[in-house]
């Protein structure tokens, strides 16, 4: 019984379990192990505890830890370390550290030691360096340094140098793992530690690089922060992923560098130079060093406010000099120098600023002023599809990382869970066990033992209480408080009070009319702008007190009703009550001076809507969950910003002081510099929101090349990297929420019962009115019920009531086609019903379903719609159902026949006479169906389509200059309108009204035909307003096509549904808009002085007042800017282009300087304004926008996963093209036989060797460095070695081609590739030969280059150039039939935008954005225009030109020739509504390809690691057997079955080594130790997929289909297997070594034994001697 209660109190007792303390035994018995394990053969595959990693807590399965334990040396829990030669120490808070027990340190049993342990694993010492780290930093973003600043810093060296040696004697100094130079953040402490003291006490002067190099202690806060450092680790393998598109990345912009040159090198240095016609000998000779000398620059030619000359080209599409100009190639390139494509470094920085899309528009301009316009495709390729295809790629693999990062911690998480739980089961049986044990033991027991166990009970309940206590959020004291101050229920008048009051809070039309309060606050926020009237300003103070006072009320009365107790549990509660005390203190400090900030807290009763509103609430909670789980990754954003921000300051700002005379000649500072840690920070945001090349110029002028171009590429593709993770994780955290999970508030379904309240009380005050004027009987009502809540079931809830309808049909002789309500007012097909009307497969709107499942539900068996017996179609296989005539013949005959059954029926001839009308109806009709289903009228119509909207193309400005084209084009207006008639009409016959008004497509070729109707009148009548709406007409295309048709009904089911989620995002940007009219509304205004066109100085100017006063300022007055924040429209505007990032820094600029309301701006006057915006582009673009995308990114999934999971932007036609076009990139190139000759033998071995093959890839690659050293006005000696160079590559080349030509005969031309080497041989010896023909100009020689350069694309050949080009290329080859799709439709909006803007903004002044290549005037010109805005590029300026409508802008009366047009001014509303809805339209577009594409690349990495097959998978296994079995025998050495499996893709293949488990799988083998290709295949697919009895099933139909394919020419009979091989070899072995072993001793007795023989012999003779 003693032993019993010892066992029980053992039990009970807080000793931990499986915690030893680490003593000299635990050392000898871990070097046994560990000298134990050296001696084994086959060591044990562990792994290492995720849940007992160095830095985690202690799982508390392990017990409790006593005090003894603490900072002590510990043998460790986890099996893996046991035999690692380690120990494990525990400090306060069970954070497990691990150190080495032996080599290259102290003993564990060291005092010295074990007391740096102890420091070491101390809380209080990593709270001390933390503390002393955010020391630092604070210390280094200081400008000015205080007077103890050398004081502190050498408090911190001591500190930190404290920290090293502590660490170095705890861990000791090796780089294995746990010592101290084992990880890489003690070696990063030790330099920078150490510097610090060479730095100090080196007398040599290392200030400038000492700057620099202590800003790395900023990086001491990673490794401080558990969760931070695991995350650099994420990213770090996040990056080794990453590693093959970073190749192909700058394999690629290698490539267009070098075409970049070919094209444009040069080319930005020809001007227009102004040309005396008189004089040009004494100019040229002025341009020779003549000391007449004028400058060149001011002989240039300048457009009104351009800073540089204009540049010019010798093509006929390039910019022309104006009379008395030529253009010529002097001066310097534009942007300092720091634009051009002279040489590669320079062509690189270009096309790296093009893919970033940092100012590409001018970029564009200066090339295509210089070249011509026709260079405009190159960068169409770089800056859409390019830039499209890399960062898809990027963002597809860091997807594909984080999912599996998240999936891996789901695992682990579920791992942990299940365990807790066993756990907690095993702890709860136990305690049963105990508990019945304890019975019996007092039933048995002396008292004093009883009194003992009662004591250990009360304690283990004692210890669940406080458990329970220590839970709660507060103390017990604080509920005892609230229970008798915060519940109020003392009288039963106040209780009968608060009931009456509850009831009136909680009423439906309670909430509704708080939500009206609310809706009507947030206009009235709206309503504010300058000026404003005093009336208004009055309406809208009153307004706030009123909106107060109701708030107000409502928070006394919810207190009244819930107590205040229940009131402030809920949180929207809470956020009501602090903004009444917010709007209570408005009121209180509203005339104190500098309390104004009171003011911009009205906008939180924005959100107060949330609490009415689902989707915010939804949005609100899934945000803060996720901004919580990725705290850590910000932090480690945050910490990255600080760390660029000193960095740039250290590195730059004394730069920046030193040489701003480069940068001003005034000496100013621009505002955008690093001299101080603020100026630092938002340079480096400024960088990470992609503006970043103007001020790497400006870097340029004051630091050199050396110094910007690493700190820029470092903030560029480090800050990208982590905001590209962070965005990917909101995003995936939004498109993974699921709102049934979230539980609707009390709030919002009250307003949902109020509007349902109010919805049935007006359907039943309508239906009483219409009953009684139109006097419907009941049973018809019912039946208009039944119909219009159709769309609200599915057709298996509406089978009973569709049977009564068919009934009813029956007794009255008519029958009916239904349609849903959502099938007849939208594009989208309703998933409940289907058409049964005559529509062609290439028309109907709903082809492109699954169309197993609308057949299923609308097939001939099961159809719930009733059709004529004789109205069958000959010209389709669809019935056609009654037209609207033909049931208004039947409801008009239907009184007569029922009006009284007993009058006579209708005469027999009656009935003859009616059905032989009825007769030549329908075959009216069916002649009507073939013609408008016959292919070849659909193609006319299409045909006619595209004619009626590329006529739209010529309609410029100079349209009244070609009058036989206008004649032509007005002619054929005509006849494409009657074309679209007569097409109209026959389908309304075909299909009847109601069928084709049912049929979305088809209300928009009529919306088209009432536009063509329009435009013939407005000729006719000279209604300009009628014809410019002719750009409608291109609408008729979306129809015509099934590409596009397919594209926009997958766009409106991606995102019509995220609606909801826009609305959201549009009210927090409602809110920045309201706080941006009370911090800048009226401030923006500035006095410019006409003569410079700079602002006035604040000290001559300060208000407008004074402007307006100025003598010879009369035709200048006080101005506002252009974009503002004046009221909430403008604000609305200003925010779009801070988040396009268009005319961003113009805002900021006019905000960071404005002083107050009508005072004169001033620079940086009011700098912190700098934080609205970036609070703006973090809350209200980066929040939002991964809402969107989340959102759009889960419709997206949902409709491919409805579509079976094939690509819901392609049709079924392209869906088979996707399939060709994945086996061509896995098809093997057509195998070339080997020749019979000897020598064309040896001939065809060098050719198909690998080693040719490099030889060939190394040549390009080297002709590829000759281009790259080039550059433009290079030495002829340059010239000379550059055209030997190229000598040699064309002969080496040549050579090549004729040795294949030898060895592959006619077949060197079957291969796509051959042609391709074969045309560049030819191209370069034609490029070689021209110029000494003296053809110079034939052919550009820069050009003949690029065509010998196109052979580097054999890179990116499959089986030649590195795989892992070829995974990535294969997601773009499969994408290419979806993004020809979405392509088609974007040139289709951007061609409807174009006509748009040529008929509106053809004529207006050519300024900011508007200029001789950008504008509106002709299509091509609108086209590049357009294309600028799709990439959200310079389409601020534009507007800008836009919206000059006044005379002080713009000539209202200019005449423009050659027509009949007057003006030049713009029209800003229409601008502003053309350029916000391109803008969203093509940005959904884009996201949505994206999207697409990124899902792509996805699926087929998925598809890699999933244990499925595919058919691809075996294609390639069958291409590699081909290597290893030439002759097709089918069998394959046993030798060589080990490379084999390496030599296999994943998931078939099996890394070496691998002979283990080859040999594992029992492989039958045949005569000759050879292996059949079947087995092998059956073996390998079992490993994959596992076993199953359908994958049993799989593996014997493979087999048998394999036979059939592959009949055996000799029989098969495996005779063993490889593991009885092995195991033979093994016994052979054995046996071999036993016999040798036998054979030893017996030598070695014979030896012996001769031995004795002989000395027995000796013996003898000696003794004989003897």
Not at 160 to 187: C, H, M, Q
Request: charged residues 20%; hydrophobic residues 45%; neutral net charge.
């Amino acid at each position: 019984m003693f032993a019993l209660q010892g066992a029980k109190l053992k039990m009970a007792s807080p000793e931990p379990k499986g915690l030893v303390l680490f003593t000299r035994e635990s050392l000898e018995l871990m070097e046994q192990r560990i000298a134990k394990k050296h001696s084994e053969e086959h060591e044990e595959d562990l792994k290492p505890n995720t849940d007992l990693e160095v830095g985690k807590e202690l799982p508390f399965v392990y017990g409790n830890l006593p005090q003894g334990m603490v900072s002590e040396p510990l043998e460790d829990v986890d099996p893996y370390y046991q035999n690692k030669n380690t120990f494990m120490v525990l400090n306060k808070k069970r954070k497990i550290f691990r150190f080495n027990a032996t080599w290259c340190t102290l003993s564990p049993f060291n005092s010295i030691r074990r007391a740096t342990v102890k420091i070491l694993v101390h809380p209080f010492f990593r709270l001390l360096i933390l503390i002393s780290v955010l020391i630092d930093c604070i210390f280094m973003s200081l400008t000015e340094r205080p007077k103890w600043g050398p004081e502190l810093q050498i408090t911190l060296l001591a500190i930190y140098t404290f920290e090293i040696l502590v660490k170095l004697i705890a861990r000791g100094i090796w780089t294995g793992s746990f010592y101290f130079f084992g990880d890489p953040w003690n070696w990063l402490d030790f330099s920078v530690t150490l510097f610090e003291h060479i730095t100090i006490y080196s007398p040599l002067n290392f200030t400038p690089i000492f700057r620099v190099a202590r800003s790395l202690r900023i990086l001491k806060i990673i490794p401080l922060n558990q969760g931070v450092k695991s995350y650099v680790g994420i990213l770090l393998q996040c990056l080794k992923k990453l590693t093959g598109i970073i190749i192909l990345t700058l394999f690629f912009l290698i490539i267009f560098s070098l075409i970049g040159m070919g094209f444009f090198m040069g080319n930005l240095k020809h001007k227009c130079f102004r040309w005396p016609q008189e004089n040009e000998t004494e100019i040229l000779h002025n341009r020779t060093r003549n000391p007449c000398y004028i400058r060149e620059t001011e002989n240039f030619y300048y457009l009104e406010g351009e800073r540089y000359a204009l540049l010019c080209g010798n093509r006929s599409d390039a910019s022309q000099c104006p009379e008395g100009y030529a253009c010529i190639k002097t001066g310097m390139n534009p942007d300092n120098g720091y634009t051009n494509f002279d040489n590669f470094g320079w062509a690189l920085l270009a096309l790296f600023r093009l893919v970033m899309q940092d100012y590409p528009e001018a970029l564009y301009h200066q090339i295509l002023y210089a070249s011509g316009k026709v260079y405009m495709i190159f960068f169409i390729i770089i800056s859409f599809w390019f830039a499209f295809y890399m960062t898809s790629l990027f963002l597809g693999i860091l997807a594909m990382s984080y999912e599996e990062e998240k999936r891996t911690a789901a695992e682990k998480t579920k791992k942990i869970e299940t365990e807790f739980q066993h756990t907690l089961l095993q702890e709860e049986n136990e305690a049963a066990e105990a508990k019945t044990t304890q019975i019996e033991m007092k039933k048995r027991s002396p008292t004093s033992m009883i009194t003992s166990l009662d004591m250990l009970d009360d304690a283990t309940i004692r210890h669940k209480e406080e458990h329970k206590k220590s839970q709660k959020r507060c103390p017990l004291c604080w509920y005892k408080f609230a229970k008798i101050f915060l519940i109020w229920n003392c009288s039963p008048c106040w209780v009968k009070l608060k009931e009456f009051v509850h009831v009136i809070m909680m009423h439906p039309f309670t909430d509704l009319f708080l939500t009206i309060c609310i809706i009507l606050n947030i206009y009235f926020l709206a309503m504010e702008c300058y000026p404003m009237s005093a009336a208004t300003s009055n309406i809208l103070s009153i307004g706030n007190l009123v909106f107060i006072g109701i708030f107000t009320t409502e928070m006394i009365l919810k207190i009244i009703a819930m107590h205040p107790y229940g009131y402030f549990q809920v949180g929207w509660n809470i956020y009501d009550s602090a903004i009444v005390f917010l709007g209570l203190a408005e009121l209180f400090l509203a005339n104190i001076h500098g309390l104004d900030a009171f003011r911009l807290l009205r906008v939180l009763r924005i959100f107060k809507l949330g609490k009415y509103w689902p989707t915010f609430e939804i949005l609100k909670l899934t945000l803060i969950k996720s901004l919580v789980a990725l705290n850590d990754l910000i932090l480690l954003l945050f910490t990255f910003l600080f760390f660029s921000a000193v960095v740039g300051t250290r590195l730059l700002g004394l730069c920046y002081k030193a040489y701003v005379y480069n940068l001003d000649k005034d000496c100013q500072l621009p505002r955008w510099h690093m001299m101080d840690f603020f100026h630092s920070f938002l340079n480096v945001f400024r960088i990470l929101c992609g503006e970043w090349i103007e001020t790497l110029w400006d870097c340029f002028d004051i630091a050199g090349q050396f110094s910007c171009v690493p700190f820029y590429m470092m903030v560029i593709s480090i800050g990208n990297f982590l905001i590209f993770y962070l965005f990917l994780a909101l995003v995936s955290s939004f498109s993974s929420c699921n709102a049934a999970t979230h539980a609707e508030n009390e709030e919002a379904k009250n307003l949902q019962r109020a509007m349902a309240r109010i919805k049935k009380g007006i359907c039943f005050v309508l239906s009483k009115i219409l009953c009684k004027r139109l006097n419907v009987p009941k049973d018809t009502v019912d039946n208009v019920n039944v119909k219009e809540n159709i769309s609200d079931h599915t057709l298996s809830e509406l089978s009973n009531t569709e049977d009564a309808l068919k009934d009813k049909g029956k007794i009255s002789g008519t029958e009916k086609t239904t349609v849903t309500e959502n099938e007849s007012q939208s594009l989208l097909p309703s998933p409940s019903a289907s058409e049964t009307v005559p529509i062609a497969s290439g028309e109907s709107d709903i082809e492109n379903l699954d169309n197993k499942e609308i057949q299923s539900k609308s097939g001939y068996g099961s159809s719930k719609e009733k059709v004529k017996p004789s109205s069958s179609s000959e010209c389709s296989t669809v019935d056609i159902a009654i037209s609207e005539e033909e049931e208004m013949i039947h409801e008009h005959e239907k009184p007569k026949h029922l009006k009284n059954s007993n009058e006579r029926r209708s005469s027999p001839g009656q009935i003859s006479r009616e059905s032989k009308r009825g007769k030549i109806w329908r075959n009216i009709r069916k002649t009507c169906c073939k013609i408008v289903e016959n292919s070849f009228f659909k193609c006319f119509i299409g045909l006619v389509t595209l004619l009626s909207t590329g006529a739209l193309a010529f309609e410029d400005i100079y349209i009244n200059q070609r009058k036989t084209i206008k004649i032509l084009l007005e002619y054929a207006d005509m006849i494409f309108t009657y074309i679209f008639i007569l097409e109209m009409l026959l389908k309304w016959v075909a299909y009847g009204f109601k069928a084709y008004f049912t049929n979305g497509w088809h209300r928009l070729d009529f919306m088209v035909v009432i536009v063509f109707c329009l435009n013939l009148i407005g000729k006719s009548q000279e209604l300009k307003l009628l014809m410019s709406i002719k750009f409608l007409r291109a609408l008729r295309v979306l129809s015509q096509f099934e590409r596009m048709k397919v594209v926009v009904r997958a766009l409106m089911k991606t995102t019509l549904p995220a609606l909801n989620v826009f609305l959201v995002c549009l009210m927090i940007w409602l809110a920045y808009s309201i706080i941006g009219v009370n911090l800048f509304a009226g401030t923006f205004y500035e006095c410019i002085d006409p003569t410079s066109g700079e602002r006035f100085s604040t000290y001559e100017v300060s208000n407008g007042s004074e402007c307006e006063s100025l003598v010879f300022n009369e035709s200048m007055p006080w101005e506002n800017a252009k974009l503002n924040f004046d009221n909430v429209g403008n604000s609305f505007l200003s925010l779009l282009q801070v988040a396009t990032f268009n005319g961003w820094i113009t805002i900021m600029n006019s905000a960071v300087d404005s002083t107050g309301v009508n005072m004169q701006p001033d620079f940086e006057a009011n700098i912190y304004m700098y934080c609205y915006f970036i609070g703006f582009i973090i809350i209200g673009l980066f929040l939002p926008l991964t809402m969107l995308v989340g959102v759009i990114l889960a419709n997206f999934n949902k409709q491919k996963i409805k579509q079976g999971g094939s690509n819901i932007f392609i049709t079924g036609k392209q869906e088979k093209q996707y399939l060709t076009l994945k086996k061509l990139m896995y098809k093997d190139s057509q195998k070339i036989p080997r020749p019979g000759n000897k020598f064309q033998r040896f001939i065809f071995d060098l050719v198909t060797s690998q080693a040719f093959n490099i030889i060939i890839m190394v040549l390009i690659c080297f002709q590829a460095i000759t281009l790259m050293i080039q550059s433009d006005e290079q030495s002829r000696q340059m010239d000379t070695a550059v055209l030997w160079l190229q000598l040699l590559f064309v002969i080496l080349y040549t050579g090549e081609c004729v040795l294949k030509l030898i060895a592959f005969r006619c077949n060197y031309f079957t291969s796509g590739w051959n042609i391709l080497d074969f045309i560049v041989v030819i191209f370069s010896i034609t490029g070689l030969l021209l110029p000494l023909i003296g053809e110079y100009y034939f052919v550009s020689p820069s050009f003949l280059q690029l065509i010998v350069l196109s052979r580097i694309i054999h890179i990116l050949r499959p089986g030649k150039g590195p795989k892992v080009f070829h995974d990535l290329l294969l997601p773009l080859v499969l994408f290419l039939p979806a993004l020809l799709n979405i392509s088609l439709l974007i040139f289709l909006v951007m061609f409807i935008y174009a006509i748009f803007g040529m008929y509106n903004f053809a004529y207006v002044k050519k300024e900011a954005g508007i200029n001789d290549v950008s504008n509106f005037e002709t299509f091509g010109s609108s086209m590049l225009c357009l294309f600028q805005v799709t990439i959200f590029a310079g389409w601020d300026g534009m507007l800008n030109a836009i919206f000059n409508s006044k005379w002080s802008d713009c000539d209202p009366d200019k005449i423009n020739p050659g027509t009949q047009v007057r003006g030049d001014c713009g029209n800003p509303i229409v601008g502003i509504i053309y350029f916000v809805s391109y803008i969203l339209i093509a940005w959904l577009i884009i996201v949505n390809m994206y999207i697409a594409l990124i899902m792509e690349f996805v699926n087929i990495g998925s598809k890699k690691k999933a244990k499925t097959l595919s058919e691809d998978d075996f294609r390639k296994f069958f291409q590699v057997w081909k290597r290893f079995d030439p002759d097709g025998t089918q069998y394959i050495d046993s030798s060589k079955l080990s490379d084999f499996a390496a030599a296999l893709d994943a998931p078939l293949s099996m890394a070496k080594p691998n002979k283990g488990q080859l040999v594992a799988m029992d492989l039958p083998m045949a005569v000759g130790d050879r292996i059949h290709c079947l087995d092998i295949l059956l073996a390998f697919t079992k490993r994959v997929v596992g076993k199953d009895v359908r994958m049993e099933t799989l593996l014997s139909e493979m087999e048998s289909g394999f036979i059939l394919a592959n009949p055996f020419k000799i029989t098969y009979e495996p005779i063993t297997t490889t593991l009885k091989r092995k195991q033979e070899a093994v016994s052979a072995t054995i046996i071999q070594r036993a016999y040798k072993s036998y054979r030893l001793r017996q030598s070695a007795k014979r030896t012996s034994d001769i031995h004795m023989i002989d000395d027995d012999r000796e013996a003898q003779a000696t003794k004989e001697d003897a």
